[in-house]
């Protein structure tokens, strides 16, 4: 059974020379191909994130160069030019089957810093919940490092994590993963499903075989392994094949599964507990130690009795009980200048305490874990 059959969550991620066919600019009918996939699961109720590389290639096509150039200033304004078709494509596809999409420009630099990182998973949330298409790519027009060293598939499965997506689809010009590259050697086998992370995954893998995009096979079975981090199993499979996605939704088994050990749950709790340092903690009254401990509610400022430490926005906070045994941690909301302020008030006054209210909560619960 497919991993997406289950999946609630899903980022696809597609190659450059699929998405341009090759380097002769944006494919329109392979984008209505999987706008129409993509409109088909959004309506079963399914989240959906696309991954789209293509710029920097749509953007050559435009300026009439037939080899990807060198230098950084030429990249980087192949991709400003290049990003302008295909942000058009895919909302005029995806508009024809009754869906908008957004771009969003990403740097692995936004992931990173824990502020920005709750900003966009915010903003990618809020499009989901609003049936929109976030369209992600690199921001290659400004940031030097990831046209030089970044992929878009390290790329998608940063946001997989980032949006704790239920499954990783990298749509890309092979069926799957073989032993060897099937394009040198004939007896290569294929790998219908494998474990994410299994360092044999890695000696098998060739190198980048296009000469439009930036990843060979190595980039999607790390970028599976990173995926699995955070829960996520990943579904390598060729962009090409008709109905993939929607045979994958359905519980086809197409191209390679690599399945995540981890379990989502316990993927985010080792995440946060483990791998997080803490710049601050806040202390709670009983009353919300209960509500935490026994009902799994969010943290709600009227329920903070004390604020210590210097954080910010996005960091990982210890929850402590009143008698001051840590009881959890989490992703802080506010930074701790803003916790004192709100401690013990009512969500309905941080706005006019602080001057904006970013969230009712300190802590939400799906940013909390219990000790």
């Given amino acids: ?80 030019v290049g990003q302008m078709g295909l942000a058009q494509m895919y909302e005029s596809q995806l508009s024809a089957h009754g869906m908008h999409s957004a771009q969003v420009l990403l740097t692995h630099a936004d992931l990173a810093d824990r502020e920005r990182y709750l900003n966009a998973r915010s903003t990618l949330l809020t499009l989901m919940a609003h049936r929109v298409l976030p369209v992600i790519n690199e921001n290659d027009t400004v940031v030097n490092d990831e046209i030089k060293f970044g992929d878009n598939d390290t790329l998608g499965a940063l946001v997989a994590n980032l949006v704790e997506a239920d499954a990783l689809v990298i749509l890309t010009d092979q069926r799957g993963l073989y032993s060897a590259d099937p394009r040198k050697d004939p007896t290569a086998r294929f790998i219908d499903t494998a474990q994410a992370g299994d360092p044999e995954l890695e000696r098998m893998a060739g190198g980048a075989g296009s000469s439009i995009g930036r990843g060979g096979m190595l980039t999607k079975i790390l970028a599976a392994k990173r995926a699995a981090g955070s829960g996520a199993g990943t579904v390598i499979a060729w962009g090409r094949e008709p109905d993939v996605l929607l045979r994958l939704a359905r ?51 009227i329920g903070v009795i004390d604020v210590q430490g210097d954080f910010h926005r996005g960091d990982v906070i210890a929850v402590q009980a009143p008698d001051g045994v840590e009881l959890a941690r989490g992703l802080a909301n506010y930074s701790s200048t803003e916790s004192r302020l709100i401690a013990r008030k009512p969500s309905a006054d941080i706005e006019a305490l602080l001057g904006y209210a970013a969230e009712p909560e300190l802590i939400h619960r799906d940013n909390l874990v219990l000790r």
């Fill in 1 to 80: 059974m497919s991993l997406l059959s289950s999946a609630r969550r899903i980022v696809v991620k597609v190659g450059s020379s699929l998405v341009t066919n090759e380097g002769r600019g944006v494919d329109a009918e392979a984008i209505a191909n999987w706008s129409r996939q993509l409109a088909a699961l959004a309506g079963e109720g399914r989240e959906l994130v696309m991954v789209s590389s293509g710029a920097i290639a749509e953007g050559m096509k435009r300026l009439g160069w037939a080899t990807r150039p060198k230098e950084l200033h030429e990249l980087q304004a192949a991709a400003a």
């Fill in 251 to 301: 519980g086809e088994a197409i191209g390679t599964a690599l399945h995540a050990a981890t379990a989502k749950l316990q993927a985010r709790k080792q995440w946060m507990v483990d791998h997080l340092q803490m710049r601050g903690s806040v202390t709670v009254d009983a009353g919300a130690a209960t509500k935490l401990r026994a009902e799994g509610k969010s943290l709600l400022p």
